[in-house]
């Protein structure tokens, strides 16, 4: 396991049992707000099955399993101490098992809907982690997470911005950050350098609709005025080959 993956694990394990009063109880409502999105949509669109990737201690599981009755929800969730946490506050043990948001241990097209809410941007890989979710997503996926582009000065968001269209962000971020490639926060342990506009050129070409949403209340652009951003897709149905081809 790589250095910084090993730490954040290693933080969530050593806040675990602060983790509800740091995150749930206080802060994070741009997660309420997806969740309340997921609920609308996966009703409208009528998905049964909902896979979340990086549960935490399963605030999303609870309040989909209240709002989607009917519905399959499964998480995953790799920190043990986390899940035992989740466990505690009722969510079934066969609801929230572990999983690797990279190697996702389900067949293709196995949940209707497969979603994240503030993962990715601890990842240091997040587009594997898109393109599991894309494979195991049935119809549908969502992402709820960080905008490097809507953080700090109008000045420096448009940097960002430019040197990301000019393919030079990596490098960037490289000098930015020592060679270490994250910084480390005590409030939330390891974290990159995100923006879900990063893997939107991987996802569009998959789906036939795709949605953006500001999710930090600003009602500004999403790509240069919000910090926290969702993307519902809903992935292109398969085209049927004519019979005696």
């Avoid at 953080?151 to 030079?168: D, T």
């Avoid at 999710?215 to 398969?238: I, N, Q, R, W």
Wanted: charged share 25%; proline share 5%.
């Amino acid at each position: 396991m790589k250095p910084d993956v090993l730490r954040q694990r290693e933080y969530y394990t050593r806040t675990a049992e602060n983790y509800e009063s740091m995150h749930v109880l206080h802060g994070d409502a741009e997660h309420d707000l997806a969740c309340a999105l997921i609920h609308s949509l996966s009703a409208y669109h009528q998905l049964t099955s909902i896979l979340d990737v990086g549960s935490g201690t399963g605030r999303a599981l609870a309040k989909l399993r209240e709002n989607l009755p009917l519905a399959r929800i499964t998480g995953i969730e790799p920190v043990e101490a986390l899940r035992e946490v989740g466990y505690r506050n009722g969510i079934p043990r066969d609801q929230l098992i572990n999983g690797d948001a990279t190697h996702l241990d389900f067949p293709d097209s196995s949940f209707d809907l497969v979603c994240e809410l503030g993962v990715l941007h601890h990842i240091p890989n997040p587009s594997k982690a898109v393109a599991e979710m894309m494979r195991v997503a049935n119809k549908a996926i969502f992402l709820s997470d960080s905008n490097r582009f809507g953080r700090g000065s109008v000045l420096g968001r448009y940097a960002k911005l430019l040197l990301w269209k000019l393919k030079l962000w990596p490098m960037a971020d490289w000098f930015r950050t020592r060679g270490r490639g994250y910084d480390y926060l005590e409030g939330d342990g390891v974290v990159y350098s995100y923006s879900i506009f990063d893997n939107y050129d991987f996802i569009r070409p998959l789906c036939d609709q795709v949605m953006i949403f500001n999710l930090d209340g600003s009602g500004k652009c999403p790509l240069t005025g919000a910090h926290h951003v969702g993307l519902f897709g809903m992935k292109k149905k398969p085209s049927k080959t004519p019979a005696g081809h």
